[in-house]
């Protein structure tokens, strides 16, 4: 039971605590923790979904055609498990004092992912330790990082579309990956390997640039400055605050105007 969870918890809690380090002002420690257990606690939740949905489903078999077998990862991995990651982040942490800047978007989401993961593992070592589901911490972060940057980004522009795109994008992803792992199970087939290695190593290049530019100054100014206009709407925004949304909206509304032209 000791080798089961280690094996599940370990391998996302330290990709966690580099994702966490990457945070030029880290969250608070506490709240991150709340994340990894939220995320481990809806792991049921959406199995118990997945269960019902399956049967109605293509089979998830190797032997099964591989545009089926995407259609069903997509929908029952790859739709189920991240709106399940995207509600808790959305629920629990969007509106918090302590979401910030841009980049805890995609902080949070990399927290409930690993807290996910942690809990989908122990569930599959239960009949022993599966070596190779070491990748599934990396691929459920890579995966969430899709739209938690999006999350991040909407307070910037308050735009909802790309947001939404980049929640498709990674559930259209997971399906991916679900489905290329099952795919790869059938002799003969060593060059599916050789793709899921690609995907990974893209998709990490991508969060890795992701984290950069959130943490840009411009763009963390900008989160803020929304911040105040969502608060002073609200009612919450202290005087102080308010003068300076008027002073400096406008301008702020300039800018990303002559952003999206260019």
Same mark, same amino acid.
């Given at each position: 039971?000791?080798?089961?969870?280690?094996?599940?918890?370990?391998?996302?809690t330290?990709?966690?605590?580099?994702?966490?380090?990457?945070?030029?002002r880290?969250?608070?420690?506490?709240?991150?923790?709340?994340?990894?257990?939220?995320? $481990?606690? +809806?792991?049921?939740?959406?199995?118990? +979904?997945?269960?019902?949905? %399956?049967?109605?489903?293509?089979s998830l078999?190797?032997?099964?055609?591989?545009?089926? %077998? %995407?259609?069903?990862?997509?929908?029952?991995?790859?739709?189920?498990?991240?709106?399940?990651?995207?509600? +808790?982040?959305?629920?629990?942490?969007?509106?918090?004092?302590?979401?910030?800047?841009?980049?805890?978007?995609? +902080?949070?989401?990399?927290?409930?992912?690993?807290?996910?993961?942690?809990?989908?593992?122990?569930?599959?070592?239960?009949?022993?330790?599966?070596?190779?589901?070491? %990748?599934?911490?990396?691929?459920?972060?890579?995966?969430?990082?899709?739209?938690?940057?999006?999350?991040?980004?909407?307070?910037?522009?308050?735009?909802?579309?790309?947001l939404?795109?980049?929640?498709?994008?990674?559930?259209?992803?997971?399906?991916?990956?679900?489905?290329?792992?099952?795919?790869?199970?059938?002799?003969?087939?060593?060059?599916?390997?050789?793709?899921?290695?690609?995907?990974?190593?893209? $998709?990490?290049?991508?969060?890795?640039?992701?984290?950069?530019? $959130?943490?840009?100054?411009e763009?963390?100014?900008?989160?803020?400055?929304?911040r105040?206009?969502?608060?002073?709407?609200?009612?919450?925004?202290?005087?102080?605050?308010?003068?300076?949304?008027?002073?400096?909206?406008?301008?702020?509304?300039?800018?990303?105007?002559?952003?999206?032209?260019?």
């Amino acid at each position: 039971m000791t080798t089961i969870f280690l094996a599940a918890m370990a391998p996302a809690t330290i990709w966690l605590w580099y994702f966490y380090r990457k945070d030029k002002r880290p969250e608070p420690i506490g709240l991150i923790g709340l994340a990894f257990l939220a995320g $481990l606690l +809806i792991v049921y939740p959406a199995y118990l +979904i997945q269960r019902r949905i %399956l049967p109605h489903l293509p089979s998830l078999s190797p032997e099964q055609d591989f545009d089926l %077998l %995407l259609l069903s990862t997509t929908i029952a991995a790859g739709l189920v498990e991240e709106m399940a990651k995207f509600a +808790i982040v959305l629920l629990l942490f969007f509106w918090r004092k302590e979401m910030d800047e841009p980049v805890d978007g995609l +902080i949070y989401a990399m927290a409930v992912a690993m807290g996910f993961s942690a809990g989908e593992d122990y569930l599959r070592h239960v009949n022993g330790v599966e070596w190779a589901r070491l %990748l599934n911490p990396p691929g459920h972060a890579m995966f969430s990082a899709l739209w938690g940057y999006g999350l991040g980004l909407y307070l910037v522009n308050e735009r909802w579309q790309p947001l939404f795109a980049r929640l498709m994008l990674a559930v259209f992803v997971h399906g991916l990956w679900d489905a290329l792992s099952i795919y790869r199970e059938l002799d003969g087939r060593w060059w599916v390997s050789l793709v899921v290695f690609v995907l990974a190593f893209g $998709l990490f290049c991508a969060l890795e640039t992701k984290l950069r530019l $959130l943490q840009d100054p411009e763009v963390a100014e900008r989160f803020r400055q929304s911040r105040v206009r969502w608060r002073q709407l609200a009612g919450h925004a202290p005087p102080a605050e308010r003068s300076l949304e008027r002073q400096v909206a406008p301008l702020l509304r300039a800018r990303i105007r002559r952003d999206r032209h260019s």
